[in-house]
């Protein structure tokens, strides 16, 4: 709750980080009434918690091309079940067959019926709303993570929430597959969501401790959280695995320069021009 005992609410911006949509996104699911935000004291849209689920939902059956008229009924339907604020336990809302179903620790509701495809958790992250995307089926069989990946690489460009839901799938049926864990954190760094890339990455290296392209990732999200020796020693772990990594050597010249250490930062310069030759 506010020091004014509302509930919080957040930004457009804030919502485009936390959800990975676009402002067009947001501003069409709102005129097609998915969601109705209030307007705070300069006319912008405030979105609590629940408009958080509600829009994020809403995406995702829009993407499964859910009609309208039913995805306003579920809505309606789970709107009338979710808390006013995150609670603390977790929230987990699911597609189970033909219904919505909204689960806490405490149990589960079904909310409404139709055929959807989706599966994501919504789970408190340093106060804001993560959302964690899972397979259909934890049984998958590699091909169709493969299609899934494959599904995703395509929709990269077009629908960068729906390629995240799908390289999200692909890795919860097949923790290993490598690239996914790659190209998804690509996305998240370009979007500055680096926490979350540094979850990821760990996640990752429990799976694929041998490549050099995921301890670099992890590199890049602990410079960015300004955590500069864990980040030099993934850089360090990373050139020890591919000593070819030009990028690598780079950002690790630049925290030794920034340490003050000039000697390693001219001898990691050094060997980023060697390789860029």
């Known amino acids: 709750m506010s020091a004014d005992g509302e509930a919080s ?44 689920a509600l829009l994020r939902t809403a995406h995702a059956l829009q993407a499964q091309s859910i009609p309208p008229r039913r995805i306003l009924r579920s809505l309606a339907r789970l709107k009338s079940t979710l808390p006013a604020e995150l609670p603390l336990t ?26 959807m495809l989706l599966d994501f958790d919504v789970a ?16 998958a069989e590699a091909a169709d993570a493969q299609s899934l990946f494959e599904r995703a690489l395509a929709l990269e460009d077009s629908d960068p929430a729906a390629a995240e839901a799908a390289y ?8 290993e597959l490598e690239d996914a864990y790659l190209n998804l954190g ?59 990594l030009a990028d690598a050597h780079f950002n690790l010249a630049q925290l030794h320069q920034q340490a003050g250490d000039l000697r390693g930062a001219l001898r990691h310069f050094n060997a980023y021009r060697r390789l860029q030759r």
Do not use: K
């Not at 485009?16 to 005129?31: D, F, K, N, P, Y």
């Not at 006319?43 to 918690?49: A, D, V």
């Not at 408190?124 to 049984?139: K, T």
């Open 9 to 52: 609410t957040f930004t457009v911006r804030r919502v485009q980080a936390m959800l990975g949509l676009s402002r067009h996104i947001v501003a069409g699911l709102i005129e097609a009434g998915f969601v109705t935000p209030t307007r705070g004291r300069r006319n912008e849209w405030r979105f609590t918690f629940q408009d958080l």
């Open 90 to 115: 977790g929230l987990r809302i699911t597609a189970i067959g033909a219904d919505i179903a909204v689960r806490d620790r405490s149990g589960q509701w079904r909310s409404d019926t139709g055929q």
């Open 124 to 139: 408190p992250v340093a106060g804001s709303v993560a959302i964690l995307e899972r397979a259909p089926s934890p049984q």
């Open 168 to 175: 999200l799938q692909a890795l919860a049926a097949a923790p």
């Open 186 to 244: 690509a996305m998240w760094a370009a979007a500055g969501r680096h926490a979350e890339l540094l979850r990821l990455s760990d996640a990752a290296l429990a799976h694929c401790a041998g490549s050099a392209l995921l301890h670099y990732n992890r590199g890049v999200a602990l410079d960015h959280l300004e955590r500069f020796e864990e980040a030099a020693a993934s850089y360090e772990r990373s050139l020890a695995l591919d000593p070819s």
